[in-house]
């Protein structure tokens, strides 16, 4: 069983940064950033995926989000820069044990464990 625990949301101005973390209990290999504001599906954010290092990005914050970890912390992060008010939602984390193919990183289903969610607010 793994535990994931978020931090670092909060209120910045538009063009802002901020820093998520995610520090997870156990092994865990493919780690998922997803965003949801209220009243709408969840929206895939961010991945990476520790064996190998790869990193995958949604369209709409590549270039601005970076997700990254501290092994030995054993803490995710996810850094996003240049924030505009659209970024403003509710942030989790998820992470899988296994290493997910590239064809699989952006399911949510694909992800057996989810953080509490932090709030991040970009005011304009």
């Keep these: 069983q793994v535990q994931l625990v978020e931090s670092g949301g909060g209120q910045v101005q538009t063009g ?13 290999d493919t780690m998922c950033w997803i965003r949801q504001a209220p009243g709408t599906e969840r929206e895939f954010v961010a991945t990476l995926r520790q064996s190998g290092g790869s990193t995958f990005y949604a369209e709409s914050v590549k270039g601005r989000f970076t997700s990254s970890r501290d092994h030995a912390k054993n803490t995710w992060y996810l850094q996003m820069n240049s924030l505009k008010p659209e970024d403003k939602d509710v942030y989790y984390c998820a992470a899988a044990v296994s290493r997910l193919m590239n064809t699989a990183v952006r399911l949510q289903r694909m992800y057996p464990y989810w953080g509490q969610g932090t709030q991040v607010t970009v005011s304009s």
Aim: with cysteine; charged share 15%.
């Design 16 to 28: 802002g940064s901020l820093r998520l973390s995610c520090a997870a209990s156990g092994r865990t």
